[in-house]
């Protein structure tokens, strides 16, 4: 293994090496004043020499060659804290004199397509720093996959095109599952199209399902909502339980891994136990066994609670949120998981129960973040930017679990074309044998991730979330890009 | 108006003077040393000379008569603060001489019928003060509305048998509009009974609907909850909307009044402007005014908010949520109003969306409670102690509100035949003409009891939300009692 990963590492070094040699190539293609400034970066200290010389024998300085911009942007759906890895480029690359500006795609890659470019640098420090608690997408976010480059020459072109224009040499691309396909694709442009560009991709996801990464940030802070809000409501049907509600319900997201689901069964402790039901989407859904679960813990314990992920499903592969509801007009509803086990539990156990669909209200919660999984999402964002100056590309950021007890943890590195496409399911050992629980080791691996509080500022009660200025950086490029 | 109050006043006085004749009454029944202590209540310089008495001619101190005890329990739907009141009344209560023990009912008004009465001297100092942060009702709630004395007569015969058999004389009562009814029947139980009860309402309901106190603790927590999370998922559609999701829908609480759907309007403030519909119970749902609306706001402003309480009906009287929906079997399923919005969106107006229904989270969300909320809660448990010393009976606490900027309130007092059974409805002026949103006069009454953070104690990332000991005062009657 370790032999493995040394020789890993010889050919990451040498992949740099051969960046740095295309990007001479192109800077060569520029103008002469450009070309001195990549080899000031390529050699340093000679190049230093030749500044000095030019100092003495003109007496004008030579202007400077400002280096690469870097583009951000943000893909899939948000977090409470993609904001909070957008902080850590921008604030590392503020403070980089390796890098130029930050242009923020607007809505994404789609904004590196049409040339809809935030100008970065036209943002307060204020609010950069405001970014690390604010949830949601700050420069916008979309769905939108990349092709391959056989199958769509045309788009890879357009944001060569568009880079070039603006001098865009490092691209950081802030998502999951899709985006890390994308960011590796667009890291194979050097090769493929010989344009000097260095794709780093930052970890963001509430499904936690990238591979090598101990987790993905966004999805601690899912859990810690998850895990409070389940404890709460538990409370609550437990003081009602006598003349009322018997049975909650809380629908969490999470469509093929059950990690979001798993972390309602946080809420029971060992000084606070809480008879919780889980449905994961691993299991395949057994309403007799199911039934019979809820049934028992209402009998000892007065009440229960469920937790259901949104992607449980029938043993023939059919959610059951899509139960085929219809209205009274015979129009198809969307149902929630939810109301499918709220309306058996009523029918089939005649207990009354209630029932709570979180949806965005989970992800967004940045009131309720989790401190590990800001700084996490924090450090994945200024990592990346490091690794770019430090001339890495096709990597990620990762976190690196050290220790649970004290949890401890660093910034390590993935290369992306491990990370692209492969999808972390949940370990079958963190789902308990009956399949409605989570196992210590499932514990030991969440718990850390929801620890400590990172509240955001108010003012006259509500959190002062920032906005940005976004301001447009100007079009260089004639004629429009149809996506 | 002064003079109205200065005769109430004295009506007042009369009463407790009134009550006071009773209480001697009833202890004149009793064994001598009883009698003695009665007394010393009524007219406490000369008891106190006799007790001197006692001790010069005795050379063994009189035994100390305990003072009577109370009784305290937690009624209907609980909320994130009604554990802070429960504080409130039992801290005051230990500082006092006057009162004796505190016991709570299990479940409730159900606690006292049944003898299930928890000993609250025997939880510590700090499990009351924990009581403060903790949500859900500590003490078990129930939903159980006492009749009148001429049609359950049994229930207060029982009423009383157990009060007498624990030297019950203090009645608080923590509600919402029903509790209120029944706390001001067992008020009314001296005069037509002849036992001596003194009965305050302490005020409770997330649906703020009680008259003459400005506001009702447990309102101000789910306020504060609804307008963060509509904050908070509006950034994340916002973000979101240029590829996917345009519309958010949250649905809350509030059958009868609009209250908290008019928090999801607090989302939206002049530095932080938030598209948001709200769709109140006191409007008739008009689906072509409000598809006009939310389309015209994704027109201008790309994304669009809906708050949708659960309430909202047809001009024809019935709930949007109770809109017939039959799954693929054709079993009736509960939807809920959101999954109706939901699908009217979708197929009127083909923009893609998504919905939560908070349910018990928003009342339940003690880790986002408003500061001004958990202190109206304590200082309500604590003024209906120190009302019962003063000898009131057959009142509430109230918040008073003195001014908005800066917002002052003091607890003030309510007379409880003027609470009962009165429901206190949104102010017409308090939506906007169009029906879909709060006016300024809304905001101003509305912003105060959102400020404030509280937060509670967190360990290892989770709330360390108190449970009670509960342990149970020994039963001294024979025979049980059929609900």
């Known amino acids: 293994m370790a032999t493995k990963k040394k020789a890993k590492k010889k050919a990451a070094k040498k992949k740099v090496a051969k960046k740095k040699v ?32 030019k100092k003495t024998s003109k007496r004008k300085a030579a202007p400077k060659v400002p280096p690469m911009n870097a583009f951000y942007a943000q893909s899939g759906g948000v977090t409470a804290v993609i904001n909070a890895s957008a902080a850590g480029v921008i604030e590392a690359a503020r403070k980089s ?57 045309r788009e890879y072109e357009r944001l060569i095109e568009v880079f070039k224009a603006h001098n865009i040499g490092y691209f950081f691309y802030n998502g999951g599952g899709d985006s890390a396909d994308t960011c590796y694709k667009v890291s194979q442009l050097s090769k493929e199209m010989g344009y000097p560009i260095q794709a780093i991709h930052v970890p963001k996801t509430v499904d936690n399902d990238l591979p090598i990464t101990d987790n993905c940030p966004g999805f601690g802070s899912v859990a810690k909502y998850v895990a409070v809000s389940t404890r709460e409501a538990s ?3 437990a003081s009602m339980a006598k003349t009322s509600t018997k049975v909650f319900i809380v629908e969490v997201m999470g469509r093929h891994a059950g990690w979001i689901a798993a972390a309602g069964g946080l809420a029971s402790t060992d000084d606070t136990f809480i008879p919780t039901v889980i449905l994961f989407p691993e ?17 000892k314990h007065g009440y229960c609670s469920v937790v259901v992920s949104e992607g449980v499903h029938w043993p023939d592969g059919r959610f059951l949120a899509e139960s085929g509801l219809k209205d009274a007009f015979g129009h198809s509803q969307l149902g929630g998981a939810a109301t499918v086990i709220s309306g058996m539990i009523q029918s089939e156990l005649g207990l009354k129960n209630h029932w709570a669909v979180a949806d965005y209200l989970q992800r ?26 430090k001339g890495h590309n096709s990597v990620m950021p990762t976190v690196d679990r050290i220790s649970n007890k004290p949890f401890k943890w660093k910034v390590g590195m993935a290369d992306l ?67």
Chains 1, 2 share one sequence.
């Not at 405001?130 to 916008?140: D, E, K």
């Not at 299991?283 to 209402?298: G, H, M, R, T």
């Open 22 to 53: 295309t990007k001479k190539k192109v800077a060569k293609k520029k103008t002469g004043k450009k070309k001195a400034a990549k080899k000031k970066v390529a050699k340093k200290k000679p190049a230093k020499k030749k500044t000095a010389k």
């Open 97 to 153: 004199n390796k890098i130029g500006k930050v242009y923020a795609g607007r809505n994404g890659i789609i904004g590196a397509l049409t040339e809809d470019l935030i100008d970065t640098s036209k943002e307060s420090a204020a609010t950069i720093k405001g970014l690390r608690y604010t949830p949601s997408g700050a420069f916008g976010s979309c769905r939108f996959k990349l092709k391959s480059l056989e199958e769509n020459r």
């Open 417 to 483: 074309s491990k990370v692209a496409n492969v999808e972390k399911m949940m370990p079958e050992n963190f789902i308990t044998k009956d399949g409605f629980g989570i196992t210590k080791a499932c514990r030991t691996y969440m718990e850390p991730l929801i620890k400590g509080e990172d509240y955001p500022p108010y003012k006259d009660g509500m959190p002062k979330y920032v906005r940005i200025k976004g301001v447009a950086v100007p079009k260089k490029l004639k004629g429009t890009f149809e996506l």
């Open 364 to 389: 967004a919660a940045r009131h309720i973040a989790s401190k590990t999984d800001v700084d996490m999402a924090y450090a994945m964002g200024k990592a990346a930017v490091e690794y770019a100056i």
């Open 235 to 237: 409370f609550d049907v």
């Open 283 to 299: 299991v395949e859904f057994n309403q007799e066994k199911f039934l019979a679960k809820v049934k028992e813990n209402v009998e």
